[in-house]
């Protein structure tokens, strides 16, 4: 069924390639090189891997999961952010995954998870990206479709030979994908969600509660606090190195823009001529027909010249790209400002900057990537290596309608600690933020004491939050599971925080950042369900694999600690 083919790429196609990991590692064009010019990039569990290892095992796969996931398939974006949990942008996904990724594979060998060639087959088969479309009647939904042997040929041809990737690659990570789910399997045996406890949170969660909320508001409590200069001092020291500043850094840049020509304004249906109107139904659909092939012609043509230029431009980058390191690293050669010059780009120069006040030119959205992103976050991360000049440059980045932005860094001033007068507005802040809140909740502690003698003697809710200084109280008469709560007026969690509490009594004071509930609870009704049974079945499976996702990322955050994981690519 799966036959293995080999694709050529262009070198145009290739350099793509190599800037989308270059992108990824946040990387400059020095530093180590092993054989065949690939650069040592990471190092795990005491084995070294080169940027083809890590294109190959991360960066293609982590862009092939988003282009799949766009297909209506899930699985395999799935098994990326299994392995790569906690990532914070793209950069860290590719990254973590990598790691993942080989240490998934260390322990197949390990546990001796090993599938065959058939379940991997026979796995392929029930993607769905790869299921036909059956045809339907109106108005029924689509049925699962069967394997479609052309579609998958299509994406294997077409689509995973531009990301670097051949079809064993592909099966390769259909495998570890099936590896994940046994290796899971295998740390959970013997973990069961106990059926009773799950049965009784079920029964919590089809509640119906009626319970009455007031607020208090952080502002008051704020505006109450005045610390001294000494208590500011005495905060700020045992915690001063929490208080840092943010890198700022200087660039000079240029912006490779494509000229295309401008695109004529979107013409008018020509009006109908008398000729046209007394001309037979045959004559005029003729008519209609070939002014749709002008248009048509029109635009291929348009289109063609525009890629004719972006072409153009694209090569010409690459060419620029690899004779820098040829002028910039050795005596004679031409400068950075000189080879733009030549070739009629325009140099620019920034001051110093942090990440929160990045230049207008420089805000920027990379074109290439599946996720987005700023081509700011790949400039902070280019890590000079010493006086090797060419580390100071980024590689090409895709940006704006067809453009490049090649940067230097010029200067930068790291992080540091702040100096008390640097850090003292933020420290007065914090402090006053940590006594209001202890203030506020001690307030409502207080408010729950008054409202619940008041309510004793025969006061209505309102009235006693009020006197208890509340700012607002309501009630809620179909408080739910599934009921989404009003932001506006009620904390987001209020029905976990009652959903335990007894009729009649309070709950604990409900905390937010920047205010405070207590809520009383009337009464507390329960949905019968007539298919409770298999409901809780349900629900214990989902506890299951809950907890074996639980065991397995504790699992491989202990192996990813043990595995000492170098990052080369930073300190070269």
């Given at each position: 069924m799966?036959?293995?083919?080999?694709r050529y790429?262009?070198l145009?196609?290739?350099?793509?390639v190599?800037v989308a990991?270059a992108?990824?590692?946040g990387?400059?064009?020095?530093g180590?090189?092993?054989?065949?010019g690939?650069?040592?990039?990471?190092?795990?569990?005491g084995?070294t891997y080169?940027?083809?290892?890590?294109?190959k095992?991360?960066v293609?796969?982590?862009?092939?999961?988003?282009?799949?996931l766009?297909?209506?398939?899930?699985?395999?974006?799935q098994?990326v952010?299994?392995l790569?949990k906690?990532?914070t942008?793209?950069?860290?996904m590719a990254?973590?995954?990598?790691?993942?990724?080989?240490i998934?594979?260390?322990?197949?060998?390990?546990?001796g998870?090993?599938?065959?060639?058939p379940?991997?087959?026979?796995?392929?088969?029930?993607?769905?990206?790869f299921?036909d479309?059956?045809?339907?009647?109106p108005?029924?939904?689509?049925a699962?479709g069967?394997?479609d042997?052309?579609?998958y040929?299509e994406?294997?041809?077409r689509?995973?030979g531009?990301?670097?990737?051949?079809?064993?690659?592909?099966?390769?990570?259909?495998?570890?994908?099936?590896?994940?789910s046994?290796?899971?399997?295998?740390?959970?045996?013997?973990?069961?969600?106990?059926?009773d406890?799950?049965a009784?949170?079920n029964?919590?969660?089809?509640?119906?509660?009626t319970a009455d909320i007031a607020?208090?508001?952080l502002t008051?409590?704020e505006?109450?606090i005045?610390?001294?200069?000494?208590?500011?001092?005495?905060?700020?020291?045992?915690?001063?190195?929490?208080?840092?500043?943010?890198a700022r850094?200087?660039?000079?840049?240029?912006l490779?823009?494509?000229?295309?020509?401008?695109e004529p304004?979107?013409?008018?249906?020509?009006?109908?001529?008398?000729?046209?109107?007394?001309?037979t139904?045959?004559a005029?659909e003729?008519?209609?027909?070939k002014?749709?092939?002008?248009?048509?012609?029109?635009?291929?043509?348009?289109?063609?010249?525009?890629?004719?230029?972006?072409m153009?431009?694209?090569v010409k980058v690459?060419e620029?790209?690899t004779?820098l390191?040829?002028?910039?690293?050795?005596?004679?050669?031409?400068?950075?400002?000189?080879?733009?010059?030549?070739?009629?780009w325009?140099?620019?120069t920034?001051d110093?900057?942090?990440?929160?006040?990045?230049?207008?030119?420089?805000?920027?959205?990379?074109?290439?990537s599946?996720?987005?992103?700023?081509?700011?976050?790949?400039?902070?991360?280019i890590?000079p290596?010493g006086?090797?000049?060419i580390?100071?440059y980024?590689?090409?980045?895709?940006?704006?309608?067809?453009?490049?932005?090649i940067?230097?860094?010029d200067?930068e001033?790291?992080?540091?600690?702040?100096?008390y007068?640097e850090a003292?507005?933020?420290?007065?802040a914090?402090l006053i933020?940590?006594k209001?809140t202890?203030?506020m909740?001690?307030?409502?502690?207080?408010?729950?004491?008054?409202?619940k003698?008041a309510?004793?003697?025969g006061k209505?809710f309102?009235?006693?939050?009020?006197?208890a200084g509340?700012?607002e109280?309501?009630?809620?008469t179909d408080?739910?599971?599934?009921?989404p709560a009003?932001?506006?007026?009620?904390?987001?969690n209020?029905f976990?925080a009652v959903?335990?509490?007894?009729?009649?009594?309070f709950?604990?004071v409900?905390?937010?950042?920047?205010?405070?509930?207590?809520?009383?609870v009337?009464k507390?009704?329960?949905?019968?369900?007539p298919?409770?049974?298999?409901?809780?079945?349900s629900a214990v499976s989902?506890a299951?694999?809950?907890?074996g996702?639980?065991?397995?990322?504790?699992?491989?955050?202990?192996?990813?600690?043990?595995?000492?994981?170098d990052q080369?690519?930073?300190?070269?």
């Open positions: 799966i036959e293995k083919l080999h790429r262009t145009l196609v290739l350099g793509l190599l990991a992108l990824v590692i990387m400059g064009s020095g180590q090189r092993s054989a065949g690939a650069r040592a990039v990471l190092g795990v569990a084995k080169d940027s083809r290892d890590y294109q095992l991360a293609a796969p982590v862009q092939l999961s988003q282009m799949m766009r297909m209506g398939d899930f699985a395999m974006y098994f952010f299994e790569a906690g990532a942008s793209q950069d860290d990254e973590k995954f990598f790691v993942g990724r080989v998934l594979r260390n322990a197949r060998d390990e546990y998870i090993h599938p065959g060639a379940e991997v087959s026979d796995f392929i088969r029930e993607m769905r990206a299921a479309t059956p045809a339907r009647e108005g029924v939904p689509p699962a069967a394997f042997e052309k579609k040929r994406f294997i041809d689509t995973i531009r990301l670097g990737l051949t079809e064993n690659d592909f099966l390769d990570l259909a495998a570890d994908m099936l590896a994940l046994k290796l899971k399997s295998v740390l959970g045996s013997g973990v069961v969600a106990d059926r406890s799950v009784t949170e029964l919590l969660k089809r509640q119906t509660i607020r208090f508001d008051p409590f505006e109450k005045q610390p001294s200069e000494q208590e500011i001092k005495d905060y700020w020291g045992p915690i001063k190195d929490e208080f840092k500043t943010e850094r200087k660039f000079s840049y240029v490779v823009t494509p000229v295309f020509p401008v304004a979107a013409e008018d249906e020509p009006k109908e001529t008398l000729a046209e109107a007394a001309a139904p045959e005029r003729a008519a209609r027909k002014r749709e092939e002008e248009k048509t012609l029109k635009a291929a043509a348009a289109a063609d010249k525009r890629r004719e230029i972006q153009d431009v694209d690459d620029f790209t004779t390191e040829d002028n910039v690293t050795k005596p004679g050669g031409k400068t950075f400002e000189e080879m733009c010059q030549e070739n009629g325009v140099v620019k920034t110093l900057f942090t990440l929160k006040d990045v230049p207008a030119e420089l805000d920027l959205t990379i074109r290439a599946s996720q987005g992103g700023k081509a700011i976050d790949g400039l902070f991360k890590h290596n006086e090797d000049e580390s100071k980024s590689q090409p980045i895709p940006v704006g309608d067809g453009q490049w932005l940067a230097r860094l200067g001033e790291k992080v540091r600690e702040m100096t007068s003292r507005a933020d420290a007065r914090k933020e940590i209001s202890a203030d909740k001690a307030a409502a502690e207080e408010a729950i004491k008054q409202v003698e309510l004793a003697a209505s309102a009235d006693a939050a009020k006197e509340t700012v109280s309501k009630s809620i408080l739910t599971s599934a009921r009003d932001s506006a007026t009620e904390p987001s209020l976990q959903s335990t509490v007894d009729p009649g009594t709950g604990d409900i905390m937010e950042l920047d205010r405070a509930f207590i809520a009383y009337v507390r009704e329960v949905v019968k369900d298919n409770s049974t298999t409901t809780v079945d989902m299951n694999n809950t907890q996702t639980l065991i397995f990322d504790s699992w491989l955050a202990a192996r990813v600690e043990d595995a000492k994981v080369i690519y930073k300190h070269q």
